[in-house]
């Protein structure tokens, strides 16, 4: 959030959300030791998972703001509710979609139901011809067991199972889907190289139990676990067949 703030310009609007409301003060806490011009920020507490029908002003709600008018840009084919109940009238006045950006740094893979539930519902809400997702994401070998994707890695790592065995074979996979949802211009990196080695050697100087995590996230890097950087772009034209 920072980085944008010192943008030049900085966004008019910026969101912030994370699930911990933890995580939120502290945000708020940085933020005013930080001058940020006139941008007018907004720190939410909320899951990432938009659900349409339910979430009524969610930052993914194409009607958030609106109560009930849609902008005026957007192509979407299904409007998610056929009117708005009491709940919409007590929602603040805020800046809705579409966004500009939409950045998610290091924690995509957490996400229920699956990566590309989210990455359907945030294409939604991106300016048609100029709004952009930005994110990381772990890509697991596709030769993860089931036992070790069902049941024993998701608790362990606070990861729906979709999310370990309904992923991409290879970073083409990975592109392919995004273009059947409606992305354009996807750009993957593989950024692994650089993310496990440095991973690992900042756990082992921890000391401790650390290390044994350190021989995981190697064992990991050894196993075709891939760390991702991943930007694409929503086209102009009207998105055709969204899906999760």
Same mark, same amino acid.
């Given at each position: 959030?920072?980085?944008?703030?010192?943008a030049?310009?900085?966004?008019?609007y910026l &969101?912030? #959300?994370?699930?911990?409301?933890? =995580?939120? =003060?502290?945000?708020?806490?940085?933020?005013?030791?930080?001058?940020?011009?006139?941008?007018?920020?907004?720190?939410?507490?909320?899951?990432?998972?938009?659900?349409?029908?339910?979430?009524?002003g969610?930052?993914l709600?194409?009607?958030?703001?609106?109560?009930?008018r849609?902008?005026?840009?957007?192509?979407?084919?299904?409007?998610? !509710?056929?009117?708005?109940?009491?709940?919409?009238e007590?929602?603040p006045?805020?800046?809705?979609?579409p966004?500009?950006?939409v &950045?998610v740094?290091?924690?995509?893979?957490?996400?229920?139901? $699956? +990566?590309?539930?989210?990455? *359907?519902?945030?294409?939604? +809400?991106?300016?048609?011809?100029?709004? +952009?997702?930005? !994110?990381?994401?772990?890509?697991p070998?596709?030769?993860v067991?089931?036992?070790l994707?069902?049941? #024993?890695? @998701?608790?362990?790592l606070? +990861?729906? $199972?979709?999310?370990l065995v309904?992923? @991409?074979?290879?970073i083409?996979?990975?592109?392919?889907?995004?273009?059947?949802?409606g992305?354009?211009?996807?750009?993957? =990196?593989? /950024?692994?190289?650089?993310? /496990?080695?440095?991973?690992?050697?900042?756990l082992?100087?921890?000391?401790?139990? /650390?290390?044994?995590? $350190?021989r995981?996230v =190697?064992?990991?890097?050894?196993?075709g676990?891939?760390?991702? $950087?991943v930007?694409?772009?929503?086209?102009?034209? @009207?998105? *055709?067949?969204?899906? *999760?």
């Amino acid at each position: 959030m920072l980085l944008h703030l010192q943008a030049s310009p900085p966004p008019a609007y910026l &969101y912030g #959300l994370t699930s911990l409301a933890s =995580e939120s =003060e502290q945000a708020a806490q940085l933020l005013e030791r930080t001058p940020h011009t006139n941008t007018s920020v907004e720190l939410i507490t909320s899951s990432a998972t938009y659900r349409p029908g339910k979430d009524v002003g969610h930052v993914l709600d194409p009607m958030r703001g609106f109560l009930g008018r849609r902008f005026a840009d957007s192509d979407i084919d299904d409007d998610p !509710y056929d009117s708005m109940d009491e709940e919409a009238e007590r929602l603040p006045s805020t800046t809705p979609p579409p966004y500009d950006l939409v &950045y998610v740094l290091d924690a995509i893979y957490h996400f229920p139901p $699956a +990566v590309p539930y989210f990455l *359907a519902s945030v294409i939604k +809400v991106l300016r048609p011809g100029s709004g +952009v997702i930005a !994110y990381t994401d772990i890509l697991p070998p596709p030769n993860v067991g089931a036992l070790l994707g069902n049941l #024993l890695l @998701p608790p362990l790592l606070s +990861v729906p $199972a979709r999310n370990l065995v309904s992923r @991409p074979g290879s970073i083409q996979k990975y592109v392919e889907l995004l273009n059947e949802i409606g992305y354009e211009d996807v750009v993957i =990196e593989d /950024w692994s190289g650089d993310v /496990w080695n440095g991973f690992a050697s900042n756990l082992r100087e921890r000391g401790f139990l /650390w290390r044994q995590v $350190a021989r995981f996230v =190697e064992a990991a890097d050894r196993s075709g676990w891939k760390f991702i $950087a991943v930007r694409a772009k929503r086209p102009e034209s @009207p998105l *055709a067949g969204v899906s *999760a």
